[in-house]
């Protein structure tokens, strides 16, 4: 399998390490504007290097790609190995904008090729266990934490390049809490930017979720602690089950049963399992984010950043309606 690599910075290095598992699977090809990067990148994997991707998925043949830009940096990479009939990988967020995103999905509506947005958590032994015990228990309510500090990328620290931390960042547990409770309606939030000089957007943040099978949520968010906690409650008629998924462990009770799990596998080298898997045989089953439903986290994300700044309960927009306005 031939894959190529648009950004092979920052995350790409983890889903690079674990594509070398697969003896089947070559790295054909990098894109890359940083020219030591690109060629540290190329010199490991046996990679031709390009420093502008038009031209890489013009010259290359590919089987699958893998987009790992920062936020700011989408532009037409994934309208492009749409037309080109390449199945691609894109890192979280899938953009900065609805605007963006929606242009890529009318474009998959045009050149449907496979597509996975890399949420791992949803690839969890958390995640699954979880499921399997609450059945078909009802939610009541979704309790989500991202309390970390303030990471050294240049960009991540820039609203207009990041999106700021609930986009780019707190992203994971909105879309955990979307996977576990369903599509959110409604938003709102409130946020401070008193405390944290590195960043120029909220470092304190509380939002309040509606669903719309009348669940309600809550997920917190800050950069000024040390240690970091990625952690989500699920909170139903006799359940109580906190999952914490920076240290891969999930403890509650489900009933009578008391609840204590050690997880094996986070996620990270098992969504690209999937996605390699699902490419091999054209069947998008493995898959648990695909680009719309990456989209729909991001407007979700979107919306709760528009709290933020109005103080105002603002309505999650459809993103299928909003494709059929389209």
Same mark, same amino acid.
């Given at each position: 399998m031939?894959i190529?690599f648009i950004?092979v910075?920052g995350?790409?290095?983890?889903?690079?390490?674990?594509l070398r598992?697969?003896p089947?699977v070559?790295?054909?090809?990098?894109?890359?504007?940083n020219?030591?990067r690109?060629?540290?990148?190329a010199e490991?994997?046996?990679?031709t290097?390009y420093?502008?991707?038009?031209?890489?998925l013009?010259e290359?043949q590919?089987d699958?790609l893998?987009?790992?830009v920062?936020p700011?940096a989408?532009?037409d990479?994934?309208?492009?190995?749409a037309e080109?009939?390449?199945?691609?990988?894109?890192?979280?967020p899938?953009?900065?904008?609805?605007?963006?995103? %929606?242009r890529v999905?009318?474009?998959?509506?045009?050149?449907p090729? %496979?597509?996975n947005?890399g949420?791992?958590?949803?690839?969890?032994?958390?995640?699954d266990?979880?499921r399997?015990?609450?059945?078909?228990?009802p939610?009541g309510m979704?309790?989500?934490?991202?309390?970390v500090n303030t990471?050294?990328t240049?960009?991540?620290?820039?609203f207009?390049e990041?999106?700021?931390q609930i986009?780019?960042?707190?992203t994971? %547990?909105y879309?955990l809490?979307r996977?576990?409770?369903g599509e959110?309606?409604?938003?709102?939030g409130?946020?401070g930017?008193?405390?944290?000089p590195?960043?120029?957007?909220?470092?304190?943040?509380?939002?309040n %979720?509606r669903?719309?099978?009348?669940?309600v949520?809550?997920?917190?968010?800050?950069s000024?602690v040390?240690?970091?906690t990625y952690a989500?409650?699920?909170?139903g008629?006799?359940y109580?089950l906190?999952?914490?998924?920076?240290?891969?462990r999930?403890?509650g009770?489900v009933?009578?049963r008391?609840?204590e799990?050690?997880?094996k596998?986070?996620g990270y080298?098992?969504?690209?399992?999937?996605?390699?898997?699902a490419?091999?045989?054209?069947?998008?089953s493995?898959?648990?984010?695909d680009?719309?439903d990456?989209?729909?986290?991001?407007?979700v994300t979107?919306?709760?950043?528009?709290?933020?700044?109005t103080?105002e309960?603002?309505g999650v927009p459809r993103?299928?309606?909003?494709l059929?306005?389209g």
């Open positions: 031939r190529g950004g910075g995350i790409a290095g983890n889903y690079l390490s674990y598992r697969y089947d070559r790295i054909t090809a990098v894109c890359e504007i020219p030591e690109a060629q540290k990148a490991a994997y046996g990679a290097v420093q502008d991707h038009h031209r890489m013009e290359e590919l699958a893998f987009i790992t920062p700011f989408h532009t990479q994934e309208t492009l190995a080109r009939g390449i199945p691609f990988f894109v890192a979280k899938v953009a900065l904008s609805l605007e963006t995103a %929606l999905l009318r474009t998959l509506r045009k050149y090729v %496979l597509t947005v949420y791992m958590w949803r690839h969890s032994d958390l995640t266990a979880a399997e015990l609450i059945g078909d228990r939610l979704v309790i989500g934490r991202v309390h990471p050294g240049p960009w991540w620290r820039v207009c990041s999106g700021g986009v780019e960042q707190a994971h %547990l879309d809490a996977y576990f409770a959110v309606v409604a938003v709102h409130w946020g930017d008193r405390l944290n590195l960043i120029d957007f909220e470092d304190v943040a509380t939002v %979720l669903f719309e099978n009348g669940v949520g809550n997920i917190t968010s800050t000024l040390r240690t970091g989500l409650e699920l909170i008629h006799d109580h906190q999952l914490d998924y920076g240290r891969n999930m403890v009770h009933g009578e008391w609840v799990l050690e997880a596998e986070s080298g098992r969504q690209i399992e999937r996605f390699l898997e490419v091999r045989r054209n069947d998008p493995p898959i648990r984010s680009y719309l990456g989209t729909k986290t991001l407007a979107l919306a709760a950043n528009e709290s933020l700044h103080g309960i603002v993103v299928e309606s909003l059929e306005e």
